[in-house]
Protein backbone atom coordinates (compact mmCIF):
# COMPACT_ATOMS: atom_id res chain seq x y z
CA UNK A 1 0.00 0.00 0.00
CA UNK A 2 0.91 3.58 -1.22
CA UNK A 3 -0.78 5.78 0.53
CA UNK A 4 -1.02 7.83 2.27
CA UNK A 5 2.10 9.94 1.14
CA UNK A 6 3.76 12.41 3.32
CA UNK A 7 5.22 15.17 1.85
CA UNK A 8 7.28 17.78 4.24
CA UNK A 9 8.95 20.82 3.60
CA UNK A 10 10.00 19.37 -0.15
CA UNK A 11 12.02 21.41 -1.77
CA UNK A 12 14.00 21.31 -5.57
CA UNK A 13 16.63 23.68 -6.96
CA UNK A 14 18.34 24.77 -9.94
CA UNK A 15 21.29 26.57 -10.38
CA UNK A 16 20.92 27.96 -6.92
CA UNK A 17 17.06 28.56 -7.59
CA UNK A 18 14.35 27.52 -5.74
CA UNK A 19 12.07 26.01 -8.09
CA UNK A 20 9.35 24.20 -5.62
CA UNK A 21 9.02 24.17 -1.99
CA UNK A 22 9.19 23.76 1.07
CA UNK A 23 5.37 21.74 0.06
CA UNK A 24 3.97 19.71 2.47
CA UNK A 25 1.37 17.71 1.35
CA UNK A 26 -0.81 14.76 2.36
CA UNK A 27 -2.26 12.64 -0.45
CA UNK A 28 -4.56 9.55 0.23
CA UNK A 29 -5.46 6.71 -1.82
CA UNK A 30 -7.95 7.49 -4.18
CA UNK A 31 -9.45 9.59 -7.11
CA UNK A 32 -7.66 12.13 -8.81
CA UNK A 33 -5.64 14.89 -7.37
CA UNK A 34 -5.85 18.22 -9.73
CA UNK A 35 -2.69 20.55 -9.29
CA UNK A 36 -3.14 23.97 -10.99
CA UNK A 37 -1.21 27.12 -11.05
CA UNK A 38 -0.09 29.29 -13.59
CA UNK A 39 3.16 28.93 -15.57
CA UNK A 40 6.15 28.42 -13.87
CA UNK A 41 4.55 27.48 -10.37
CA UNK A 42 6.20 24.41 -10.56
CA UNK A 43 3.25 22.03 -11.48
CA UNK A 44 5.70 19.51 -13.55
CA UNK A 45 8.40 19.79 -10.94
CA UNK A 46 6.39 19.01 -8.33
CA UNK A 47 4.99 15.60 -10.43
CA UNK A 48 8.69 14.86 -10.70
CA UNK A 49 9.81 15.27 -6.85
CA UNK A 50 6.58 13.23 -5.85
CA UNK A 51 7.80 10.43 -9.05
CA UNK A 52 11.14 10.50 -8.10
CA UNK A 53 12.87 11.99 -11.14
CA UNK A 54 13.88 15.32 -9.57
CA UNK A 55 16.21 15.45 -7.11
CA UNK A 56 14.98 16.29 -3.51
CA UNK A 57 17.28 19.00 -1.94
CA UNK A 58 15.19 19.47 1.34
CA UNK A 59 12.62 17.89 3.37
CA UNK A 60 11.01 14.36 3.09
CA UNK A 61 8.94 12.57 0.29
CA UNK A 62 7.59 9.78 2.02
CA UNK A 63 5.10 7.17 0.76
CA UNK A 64 4.44 4.06 2.96
CA UNK A 65 6.85 1.75 1.01
CA UNK A 66 10.56 3.10 0.18
CA UNK A 67 11.02 5.17 -2.99
CA UNK A 68 12.06 2.48 -5.16
CA UNK A 69 9.33 0.00 -4.75
CA UNK A 70 7.23 2.76 -4.94
CA UNK A 71 8.75 3.87 -8.58
CA UNK A 72 8.01 0.72 -9.42
CA UNK A 73 4.23 0.74 -9.35
CA UNK A 74 3.57 4.41 -10.59
CA UNK A 75 4.13 5.34 -14.36
CA UNK A 76 4.13 8.82 -15.89
CA UNK A 77 2.81 10.77 -18.76
CA UNK A 78 4.47 13.76 -20.18
CA UNK A 79 2.79 16.53 -21.76
CA UNK A 80 4.04 16.62 -25.02
CA UNK A 81 4.67 12.48 -25.29
CA UNK A 82 7.34 10.51 -26.16
CA UNK A 83 7.12 8.25 -28.87
CA UNK A 84 9.85 5.56 -28.98
CA UNK A 85 11.06 4.80 -32.87
CA UNK A 86 8.74 1.79 -33.02
CA UNK A 87 5.36 0.48 -34.14
CA UNK A 88 2.20 1.42 -31.96
CA UNK A 89 2.01 -1.74 -30.64
CA UNK A 90 5.49 -2.45 -29.60
CA UNK A 91 6.09 0.87 -27.87
CA UNK A 92 2.54 -0.02 -25.80
CA UNK A 93 4.32 -3.26 -25.00
CA UNK A 94 7.77 -1.66 -24.34
CA UNK A 95 7.31 -1.17 -20.35
CA UNK A 96 6.40 -4.91 -19.84
CA UNK A 97 9.34 -5.97 -22.03
CA UNK A 98 11.59 -4.45 -20.10
CA UNK A 99 9.78 -5.95 -16.49
CA UNK A 100 10.82 -9.48 -18.18
CA UNK A 101 7.48 -10.38 -19.93
CA UNK A 102 8.19 -12.53 -23.10
CA UNK A 103 7.75 -10.48 -26.28
CA UNK A 104 5.08 -12.55 -27.53
CA UNK A 105 2.74 -12.16 -24.24
CA UNK A 106 3.87 -8.64 -23.78
CA UNK A 107 2.60 -7.94 -27.65
CA UNK A 108 -0.62 -9.48 -26.80
CA UNK A 109 -1.62 -7.60 -24.15
CA UNK A 110 -0.67 -4.31 -26.05
CA UNK A 111 -2.89 -5.13 -28.43
CA UNK A 112 -5.92 -5.41 -25.89
CA UNK A 113 -4.69 -1.77 -25.52
CA UNK A 114 -4.40 -0.61 -29.09
CA UNK A 115 -8.00 -1.75 -28.82
CA UNK A 116 -8.99 -0.26 -26.32
CA UNK A 117 -7.56 3.12 -27.72
CA UNK A 118 -9.41 2.88 -31.20
CA UNK A 119 -6.18 2.23 -32.65
CA UNK A 120 -6.33 -0.66 -33.77
CA UNK A 121 -5.95 -0.08 -37.34
CA UNK A 122 -2.91 1.59 -37.33
CA UNK A 123 -1.05 -1.19 -34.41
CA UNK A 124 1.58 -1.69 -36.74
CA UNK A 125 2.28 1.85 -38.09
CA UNK A 126 5.43 3.82 -36.69
CA UNK A 127 4.21 5.41 -33.48
CA UNK A 128 5.71 9.46 -34.74
CA UNK A 129 3.06 8.94 -37.75
CA UNK A 130 0.49 9.43 -35.33
CA UNK A 131 -1.52 12.76 -34.63
CA UNK A 132 -0.69 14.22 -31.34
CA UNK A 133 -3.87 13.05 -29.61
CA UNK A 134 -3.41 9.44 -30.73
CA UNK A 135 0.08 9.57 -29.50
CA UNK A 136 -1.07 10.88 -26.06
CA UNK A 137 -3.40 8.03 -26.37
CA UNK A 138 -0.99 5.36 -27.15
CA UNK A 139 1.20 7.10 -24.26
CA UNK A 140 -1.62 6.69 -21.73
CA UNK A 141 -2.07 2.71 -22.55
CA UNK A 142 2.07 2.46 -22.28
CA UNK A 143 1.24 4.03 -18.54
CA UNK A 144 -1.20 2.16 -18.02
CA UNK A 145 -0.32 -1.52 -19.21
CA UNK A 146 1.27 -2.41 -16.10
CA UNK A 147 -1.89 -1.51 -13.90
CA UNK A 148 -0.06 1.06 -12.07
CA UNK A 149 -1.22 1.76 -8.54
CA UNK A 150 -0.47 5.89 -9.50
CA UNK A 151 -0.40 7.74 -12.48
CA UNK A 152 1.25 11.16 -12.84
CA UNK A 153 0.14 13.13 -16.07
CA UNK A 154 1.84 16.35 -16.78
CA UNK A 155 -1.10 18.29 -18.54
CA UNK A 156 -2.35 14.95 -20.21
CA UNK A 157 -4.20 17.32 -22.88
CA UNK A 158 -2.25 20.48 -23.49
CA UNK A 159 -2.54 21.64 -27.42
CA UNK A 160 -5.49 18.59 -27.74
CA UNK A 161 -8.60 19.76 -29.45
CA UNK A 162 -12.09 18.99 -27.41
CA UNK A 163 -12.60 15.40 -29.05
CA UNK A 164 -9.30 14.37 -28.21
CA UNK A 165 -9.54 15.54 -24.26
CA UNK A 166 -12.91 13.85 -24.32
CA UNK A 167 -11.27 10.45 -25.46
CA UNK A 168 -8.70 10.90 -22.93
CA UNK A 169 -10.47 12.08 -20.06
CA UNK A 170 -12.93 8.58 -21.00
CA UNK A 171 -9.35 7.09 -20.77
CA UNK A 172 -9.04 8.33 -17.48
CA UNK A 173 -12.46 7.83 -16.11
CA UNK A 174 -12.05 4.13 -16.66
CA UNK A 175 -9.15 3.99 -14.99
CA UNK A 176 -10.27 5.72 -11.97
CA UNK A 177 -13.06 3.39 -11.15
CA UNK A 178 -10.32 0.78 -11.51
CA UNK A 179 -8.62 2.38 -8.37
CA UNK A 180 -5.78 3.79 -10.33
CA UNK A 181 -4.73 6.74 -8.22
CA UNK A 182 -4.38 9.86 -10.83
CA UNK A 183 -2.13 13.02 -9.76
CA UNK A 184 -2.23 15.53 -12.42
CA UNK A 185 -1.46 19.27 -13.41
CA UNK A 186 -3.75 21.29 -15.96
CA UNK A 187 -4.29 24.69 -17.02
CA UNK A 188 -7.78 23.54 -18.02
CA UNK A 189 -9.84 24.43 -15.52
CA UNK A 190 -12.61 22.75 -16.90
CA UNK A 191 -10.83 19.25 -17.57
CA UNK A 192 -10.06 20.14 -13.33
CA UNK A 193 -13.50 20.17 -12.18
CA UNK A 194 -13.87 17.49 -13.97
CA UNK A 195 -11.61 15.27 -12.66
CA UNK A 196 -10.50 16.60 -9.58
CA UNK A 197 -11.58 15.14 -6.20
CA UNK A 198 -8.69 17.06 -4.60
CA UNK A 199 -7.16 20.40 -5.53
CA UNK A 200 -3.60 21.52 -5.04
CA UNK A 201 -3.37 25.02 -6.79
CA UNK A 202 0.74 26.26 -6.49
CA UNK A 203 1.87 29.32 -6.69
CA UNK A 204 5.70 30.58 -7.11
CA UNK A 205 6.44 27.00 -6.48
CA UNK A 206 4.34 26.84 -3.15
CA UNK A 207 1.76 25.21 -2.07
CA UNK A 208 -0.88 28.43 -2.26
CA UNK A 209 -4.28 26.53 -1.62
CA UNK A 210 -5.13 23.21 -1.37
CA UNK A 211 -8.39 20.90 -0.65
CA UNK A 212 -11.49 18.90 -1.80
CA UNK A 213 -12.34 20.05 -5.34
CA UNK A 214 -15.95 20.75 -4.66
CA UNK A 215 -15.34 23.52 -1.91
CA UNK A 216 -12.61 24.99 -3.75
CA UNK A 217 -14.02 25.45 -7.00
CA UNK A 218 -17.05 26.91 -5.20
CA UNK A 219 -15.57 28.75 -2.53
CA UNK A 220 -11.83 29.15 -2.98
CA UNK A 221 -10.54 30.60 0.64
CA UNK A 222 -7.69 32.61 -1.08
CA UNK A 223 -7.67 35.49 -3.00
CA UNK A 224 -5.04 34.22 -6.07
CA UNK A 225 -7.08 30.98 -6.02
CA UNK A 226 -10.29 33.07 -6.67
CA UNK A 227 -8.40 35.51 -8.57
CA UNK A 228 -7.22 32.23 -10.72
CA UNK A 229 -10.55 30.50 -11.40
CA UNK A 230 -11.83 33.68 -12.69
CA UNK A 231 -9.81 33.80 -15.13
CA UNK A 232 -7.57 36.52 -14.12
CA UNK A 233 -3.55 36.84 -14.37
CA UNK A 234 -1.88 35.92 -11.37
CA UNK A 235 1.64 35.61 -10.88
CA UNK B 1 42.82 8.51 -70.77
CA UNK B 2 43.64 5.52 -73.21
CA UNK B 3 44.70 4.01 -69.60
CA UNK B 4 41.29 4.49 -67.97
CA UNK B 5 39.76 2.96 -71.28
CA UNK B 6 41.83 0.00 -71.33
CA UNK B 7 41.44 -0.21 -67.53
CA UNK B 8 37.75 -0.08 -68.01
CA UNK B 9 37.82 -2.93 -70.62
CA UNK B 10 39.79 -4.77 -68.90
CA UNK B 11 37.86 -4.90 -65.78
CA UNK B 12 34.49 -5.61 -68.31
CA UNK B 13 36.35 -8.52 -69.18
CA UNK B 14 37.85 -9.55 -65.66
CA UNK B 15 33.84 -9.54 -64.03
CA UNK B 16 32.77 -11.49 -67.61
CA UNK B 17 34.96 -14.09 -67.65
CA UNK B 18 35.02 -14.80 -63.89
CA UNK B 19 38.61 -14.79 -63.48
CA UNK B 20 39.18 -17.14 -60.71
CA UNK B 21 42.54 -14.39 -59.53
CA UNK B 22 40.06 -11.59 -59.68
CA UNK B 23 37.69 -13.54 -57.74
CA UNK B 24 39.52 -15.37 -55.45
CA UNK B 25 41.25 -11.17 -54.12
CA UNK B 26 37.79 -9.58 -54.63
CA UNK B 27 36.47 -12.83 -51.70
CA UNK B 28 39.53 -12.32 -49.41
CA UNK B 29 38.92 -8.70 -49.61
CA UNK B 30 34.82 -8.84 -48.74
CA UNK B 31 36.42 -11.39 -45.88
CA UNK B 32 38.68 -9.27 -44.10
CA UNK B 33 36.69 -6.15 -44.17
CA UNK B 34 33.50 -7.26 -43.35
CA UNK B 35 34.62 -9.89 -40.70
CA UNK B 36 36.54 -6.52 -39.29
CA UNK B 37 33.27 -4.42 -39.59
CA UNK B 38 31.02 -6.59 -37.67
CA UNK B 39 33.93 -7.16 -34.75
CA UNK B 40 34.10 -3.56 -34.84
CA UNK B 41 30.42 -3.20 -34.55
CA UNK B 42 29.73 -5.58 -32.03
CA UNK B 43 32.81 -3.29 -30.04
CA UNK B 44 31.68 0.35 -31.31
CA UNK B 45 27.82 0.23 -30.96
CA UNK B 46 27.86 -1.05 -27.20
CA UNK B 47 30.48 1.74 -26.95
CA UNK B 48 28.73 4.68 -27.72
CA UNK B 49 25.38 3.68 -26.37
CA UNK B 50 27.40 3.81 -23.01
CA UNK B 51 28.66 7.04 -23.79
CA UNK B 52 25.55 8.58 -24.81
CA UNK B 53 23.65 7.53 -21.61
CA UNK B 54 26.61 6.93 -18.65
CA UNK B 55 27.78 10.39 -17.22
CA UNK B 56 31.39 9.57 -15.72
CA UNK B 57 34.41 11.32 -14.73
CA UNK B 58 36.77 11.80 -18.28
CA UNK B 59 33.41 10.97 -20.21
CA UNK B 60 33.54 13.85 -22.51
CA UNK B 61 37.86 13.32 -22.57
CA UNK B 62 36.98 9.76 -24.04
CA UNK B 63 34.26 11.13 -26.72
CA UNK B 64 37.07 13.92 -28.02
CA UNK B 65 40.21 11.19 -28.18
CA UNK B 66 37.38 8.69 -30.04
CA UNK B 67 36.56 11.83 -32.60
CA UNK B 68 40.43 12.28 -32.93
CA UNK B 69 41.17 8.70 -33.45
CA UNK B 70 38.52 8.85 -36.28
CA UNK B 71 41.74 10.24 -38.39
CA UNK B 72 44.09 7.74 -36.95
CA UNK B 73 47.17 6.99 -39.82
CA UNK B 74 46.43 3.73 -41.05
CA UNK B 75 50.01 2.84 -41.46
CA UNK B 76 51.02 3.51 -37.73
CA UNK B 77 48.16 1.08 -36.65
CA UNK B 78 49.63 -1.04 -39.49
CA UNK B 79 53.55 -0.23 -37.54
CA UNK B 80 52.10 -0.80 -34.31
CA UNK B 81 50.23 -3.76 -35.00
CA UNK B 82 53.09 -5.31 -36.59
CA UNK B 83 55.58 -4.85 -33.78
CA UNK B 84 53.01 -6.82 -31.68
CA UNK B 85 52.66 -9.78 -33.63
CA UNK B 86 55.61 -9.88 -35.02
CA UNK B 87 58.17 -12.56 -33.89
CA UNK B 88 59.86 -10.69 -31.17
CA UNK B 89 56.41 -8.91 -29.92
CA UNK B 90 54.03 -9.60 -27.18
CA UNK B 91 51.77 -12.15 -29.47
CA UNK B 92 54.48 -12.92 -31.83
CA UNK B 93 54.12 -16.87 -30.09
CA UNK B 94 50.07 -16.63 -31.76
CA UNK B 95 52.09 -16.95 -35.22
CA UNK B 96 49.18 -14.10 -37.11
CA UNK B 97 51.39 -11.51 -38.66
CA UNK B 98 50.82 -11.82 -42.58
CA UNK B 99 47.69 -13.61 -41.93
CA UNK B 100 44.06 -12.59 -43.13
CA UNK B 101 43.75 -12.19 -39.21
CA UNK B 102 46.53 -10.21 -38.38
CA UNK B 103 44.88 -7.65 -41.61
CA UNK B 104 41.19 -7.95 -39.63
CA UNK B 105 42.70 -6.79 -36.23
CA UNK B 106 44.50 -3.56 -37.77
CA UNK B 107 40.97 -2.82 -39.61
CA UNK B 108 39.21 -3.14 -36.72
CA UNK B 109 41.58 -0.50 -34.69
CA UNK B 110 40.83 1.44 -37.71
CA UNK B 111 37.53 1.60 -38.13
CA UNK B 112 36.23 0.98 -34.14
CA UNK B 113 36.48 4.49 -33.89
CA UNK B 114 34.92 5.90 -36.69
CA UNK B 115 31.89 3.66 -36.45
CA UNK B 116 31.52 4.64 -32.66
CA UNK B 117 31.68 8.40 -32.94
CA UNK B 118 29.88 8.36 -35.82
CA UNK B 119 26.91 5.84 -34.12
CA UNK B 120 27.65 8.44 -30.59
CA UNK B 121 26.31 11.39 -32.75
CA UNK B 122 22.98 9.50 -33.40
CA UNK B 123 22.63 7.65 -30.03
CA UNK B 124 23.57 11.14 -28.04
CA UNK B 125 20.04 12.63 -30.01
CA UNK B 126 18.51 10.03 -29.77
CA UNK B 127 19.21 9.71 -25.31
CA UNK B 128 17.93 13.02 -25.63
CA UNK B 129 14.45 12.34 -26.96
CA UNK B 130 14.22 9.75 -24.68
CA UNK B 131 16.00 10.50 -21.37
CA UNK B 132 12.85 11.64 -19.47
CA UNK B 133 10.70 8.46 -20.49
CA UNK B 134 13.31 6.16 -19.73
CA UNK B 135 13.85 7.52 -16.50
CA UNK B 136 10.57 7.99 -15.41
CA UNK B 137 9.97 4.21 -16.21
CA UNK B 138 12.69 2.93 -14.07
CA UNK B 139 14.97 1.18 -16.90
CA UNK B 140 18.47 -0.14 -16.20
CA UNK B 141 21.73 0.83 -17.97
CA UNK B 142 21.51 -2.18 -20.07
CA UNK B 143 17.77 -1.47 -21.20
CA UNK B 144 19.02 1.99 -22.17
CA UNK B 145 21.61 0.98 -24.17
CA UNK B 146 19.77 -2.01 -26.23
CA UNK B 147 16.77 0.10 -26.36
CA UNK B 148 18.81 2.94 -28.13
CA UNK B 149 21.04 0.63 -30.05
CA UNK B 150 17.85 -1.11 -31.33
CA UNK B 151 15.61 1.74 -31.80
CA UNK B 152 18.64 3.64 -33.84
CA UNK B 153 19.63 0.82 -35.72
CA UNK B 154 18.76 2.09 -39.27
CA UNK B 155 21.17 5.39 -38.09
CA UNK B 156 23.83 2.81 -37.21
CA UNK B 157 23.60 1.47 -40.17
CA UNK B 158 24.88 4.45 -41.71
CA UNK B 159 28.07 3.98 -39.54
CA UNK B 160 28.36 0.70 -40.17
CA UNK B 161 28.63 1.74 -44.25
CA UNK B 162 31.31 4.46 -42.70
CA UNK B 163 33.66 1.78 -41.38
CA UNK B 164 33.15 -0.27 -44.69
CA UNK B 165 34.05 2.44 -46.21
CA UNK B 166 36.77 2.89 -44.55
CA UNK B 167 38.83 -0.88 -44.43
CA UNK B 168 37.03 -2.06 -47.94
CA UNK B 169 39.62 0.94 -48.95
CA UNK B 170 42.13 0.63 -46.64
CA UNK B 171 46.02 -0.44 -47.87
CA UNK B 172 48.28 1.06 -45.41
CA UNK B 173 47.82 -1.18 -42.58
CA UNK B 174 47.30 -4.36 -44.55
CA UNK B 175 50.06 -3.99 -46.52
CA UNK B 176 52.08 -4.22 -43.56
CA UNK B 177 50.57 -6.34 -41.48
CA UNK B 178 49.32 -8.67 -44.14
CA UNK B 179 52.26 -8.37 -46.17
CA UNK B 180 50.77 -9.07 -49.64
CA UNK B 181 51.40 -12.35 -50.19
CA UNK B 182 49.84 -14.00 -53.02
CA UNK B 183 47.24 -16.66 -52.61
CA UNK B 184 47.41 -15.77 -48.85
CA UNK B 185 46.98 -12.13 -48.43
CA UNK B 186 46.75 -9.92 -51.28
CA UNK B 187 43.20 -8.24 -51.33
CA UNK B 188 42.19 -5.91 -54.22
CA UNK B 189 43.41 -2.72 -52.59
CA UNK B 190 47.32 -4.23 -51.92
CA UNK B 191 46.87 -5.59 -55.48
CA UNK B 192 46.18 -2.04 -57.12
CA UNK B 193 49.13 -1.03 -55.12
CA UNK B 194 51.52 -3.91 -56.31
CA UNK B 195 49.94 -3.74 -60.32
CA UNK B 196 50.54 0.15 -60.08
CA UNK B 197 54.20 -0.38 -58.83
CA UNK B 198 54.82 -2.82 -61.71
CA UNK B 199 53.67 0.19 -64.16
CA UNK B 200 50.99 -2.11 -65.00
CA UNK B 201 48.25 1.11 -64.88
CA UNK B 202 45.01 -0.88 -67.04
CA UNK B 203 45.04 -4.17 -64.79
CA UNK B 204 45.71 -1.49 -61.43
CA UNK B 205 42.53 0.68 -62.86
CA UNK B 206 40.86 -2.83 -63.53
CA UNK B 207 41.05 -3.66 -60.11
CA UNK B 208 40.05 -0.24 -59.00
CA UNK B 209 36.72 -0.86 -60.84
CA UNK B 210 35.87 -4.19 -59.74
CA UNK B 211 36.93 -2.59 -55.96
CA UNK B 212 34.44 0.49 -56.76
CA UNK B 213 31.63 -1.75 -57.68
CA UNK B 214 32.21 -4.16 -54.75
CA UNK B 215 31.54 -1.17 -52.66
CA UNK B 216 28.71 -0.05 -53.98
CA UNK B 217 26.89 -3.55 -54.28
CA UNK B 218 27.61 -3.95 -50.57
CA UNK B 219 26.47 -0.80 -50.01
CA UNK B 220 23.35 -1.14 -51.76
CA UNK B 221 22.65 -4.95 -50.32
CA UNK B 222 23.22 -3.10 -46.71
CA UNK B 223 20.29 -0.75 -47.17
CA UNK B 224 18.36 -3.45 -48.97
CA UNK B 225 18.76 -5.29 -45.88
CA UNK B 226 18.15 -2.63 -43.53
CA UNK B 227 14.91 -1.22 -45.36
CA UNK B 228 16.08 2.21 -44.86
CA UNK B 229 14.83 5.18 -46.87
CA UNK B 230 11.56 3.34 -47.30
CA UNK B 231 8.43 5.57 -45.85
CA UNK B 232 7.19 4.57 -42.74
CA UNK B 233 10.53 3.74 -41.47
CA UNK B 234 13.01 5.23 -38.98
Redesign the interface.
Known sequence: MLFPLNVTDAQTRRWGKILVGPVSLHLTGAGATVIIGPNGSGKTTLLHLL?G?ARLHAGTIAWQVPMAEA??VQ??V?QRP?M???SVVDNIA??LV?RGIRKSEARAQAHDWVKRIGLDEMAD??A??LSGGEQQKLALARAFITAPQVVFLDEPCAALDGRATAEIEAILQEQMAQGTRLILSTHDMGQARRLADEVVFLRAGQVHETGPATPFFSAPQTDAAHAFLNGDIVE | MVDLWDGLTQAFWLVITLDRELAEIALRSLYVTLTALVIACLIAFPLAAFLAVRRFRFRRLIIAILNALMGLPPVVVGLIVYVLLSRSGPFGVLGLLFTPTAMIIAQIIIIVPLIASIAHQSLRD?WQ??H??L??????QG?KMR?LIW??RRALLTASLAGFGRGIGEVGAIMIVGGNIDNVTRVLTTAIALETGKGAFALALALGFVLIALTIAVNLMIHWLGQTERE???
Open positions: HTRASFFVLRRYPIRPTS | LEYDLISMNVSQTDAGRW
